[in-house]
Nanobody, 126 residues
Framework: QVQLVESGGGLVQAGGSLRLSCAAS????????MGWFRQAPGKEREFVTA????????YYADSVKGRFTISINNAKNTVYLQMNSLKPEDTAVYYC???????????????????WGKGTLVTVSS
């Protein structure tokens, strides 16, 4: 059973940085794709970024391009989300997700994810 556990959320001022971690276990991650999604209060969950485990392909939402970076530490089975230049509109619960068989053009979409973590709250104050 794949398990994903997020950490690293918290309160930060606008313009600051945070690094989220997603510790993955229970699977053969070398063939998976991993994604970060977020859900702000009163809004639907939205795509932030995703990467295939080998690190060859990554995608970002336009709203975070140039500010957020996704990366993988294979030795630790951990996916990171480095968030810089944070804005109040980045406030949300951030979720890590795994796609066990990424293929096709929508491999990074929320509907393609097979497992989800419970999320970690990021609050950006103005």
């Amino acid at each position: 059973q794949v398990q994903l556990v997020e950490s690293g959320g918290g309160l930060v001022q606008a313009g600051g940085s945070l690094r989220l971690s997603c510790a993955a276990s229970g699977g053969t991650f070398s063939s998976y794709a991993m994604g970060w999604f977020r859900q702000a209060p009163g809004k639907e969950r939205e795509f932030v970024t995703a990467i295939n485990w080998s690190g060859g392909r990554s995608y970002y939402a336009d709203s975070v391009k140039g500010r957020f970076t996704i990366s993988i530490n294979n030795a630790k089975n951990t996916v990171y989300l480095q968030m810089n230049s944070l804005k109040p509109e980045d406030t949300a619960v951030y979720y890590c997700a795994a796609n066990l068989s990424p293929r096709g053009s929508n491999w990074y979409a929320a509907g393609s994810m097979d497992y989800w973590g419970k999320g970690t709250l990021v609050t950006v104050s103005s």
